[in-house]
């Protein structure tokens, strides 16, 4: 099963790839040796954008920092810096598909991002017009994009815009609950939300469904206090949903009710938002501890690694080479 090379690695100027981690010196381009090809477009801006030839040839691992407004590109599993995106205002979750497309919901600029694997420049953008998307799940089924919106008021409902494999405008589907997070979709093409109520039921968090039909919403009652609503993902047995204070809880699902049936502690950090289950491992960015950590799953505990150097990690997605 694949994971980071056990060491850490940084993002900032003077990064370097650390004894354990292929013993080799820092790649040219890396942070703070600007090579001379770099991005260009909507969302890569010309002066702080580029790449590294071997970013196409493996799996890659994207990070999300909200506070620099970039997005960073490692090779997964060896965790080697290969890519920094930039053009982006508030860049928050993240998800990608069996083709190994990569979107990036953009908070700041009300839109969804599209980059191919290992791709330099944009590939499609999708306007989320009026919303501010926070997070997104693709169906493995048909390829639907699912991002859920920031509310825009205590008296919004909650939305989830839905785009038909992916392009166009999206479908919108409003829930009675008070504010959509994060988001994942099962194998079978049902879409799992978590999110609050809104103020004047005191932030509760709480769990829906939009079923495959989309004929109906299904608000479940939860047999677990969470503090806040992080992660969704569907773990190929079980839907795994974090809260933000450092736990992944695994729940069954079935006619329409959730049973918890086991945790994990994510421990030696500091709010986790986005989490990714990857086999045996799961990685997740620590918002206050400014480290991307990979721990053990589901046993969690301390990480085994980490990469350092982040302001507000957020999303965090891995791109198949096709």
Request: aromatic residues 10%.
């Amino acid at each position: 099963m694949k994971t980071f090379a056990h060491c850490a690695l940084s993002t900032g100027a003077a990064a370097a790839l650390l004894a354990g981690c292929g013993g080799s010196q820092p790649p040219t381009g890396a942070p703070g040796a600007m090579p001379q090809s770099f991005a260009r477009g909507p969302h890569g801006d010309g002066a702080s954008s580029w790449m590294l030839p071997e970013a196409k040839s493996g799996d890659l691992l994207y990070v999300s920092d909200r506070s620099t407004s970039k997005v960073y590109v490692y090779t997964y599993p060896q965790g080697k810096l290969v890519r920094k995106l930039s053009g982006f205002i508030s860049p928050d979750g993240e998800c990608a598909d069996k083709n190994g497309n990569v979107f990036i919901s953009d908070n700041g600029n009300q839109d969804i991002v599209e980059y191919a694997h290992g791709g330099s420049s944009p590939k499609a953008l999708l306007e989320d017009r009026d919303l501010e998307p926070e997070a997104c799940a693709v169906d493995p089924q048909s390829g639907d994009l699912a991002v859920t919106d920031e509310e825009q008021s205590t008296a919004s409902p909650a939305t989830v815009s839905i785009f038909r494999h992916a392009t166009g405008s999206p479908t919108l589907y409003q829930s009675s609950l008070g504010n959509f997070s994060y988001c994942g979709y099962d194998d079978k093409g049902n879409l799992f939300l978590d999110g609050t109520n809104g103020y004047f039921s005191g932030y509760e968090t709480t769990l829906a469904e939009l079923p495959k039909d989309k004929k109906r919403w299904i608000d479940f009652q939860v047999d677990e206090w969470l503090a806040y609503p992080g992660g969704v993902q569907w773990n190929g047995k079980y839907l795994a949903v974090g809260d933000q204070e450092n736990k992944i809880y695994r729940f069954s699902v079935s006619n329409g009710k959730l049973r918890k049936v086991g945790q994990t502690s994510l421990g030696s950090v500091d709010r986790v938002l986005q989490f990714l289950i990857a086999g045996d491992d799961v990685i997740g960015g620590s918002l206050d501890s400014g480290t991307v950590d990979v721990w053990s799953y589901p046993m969690g505990g301390r990480p085994l690694n980490k990469i350092s150097g982040f302001e507000q990690p957020v999303g965090v997605a891995i791109s198949g080479a096709i």
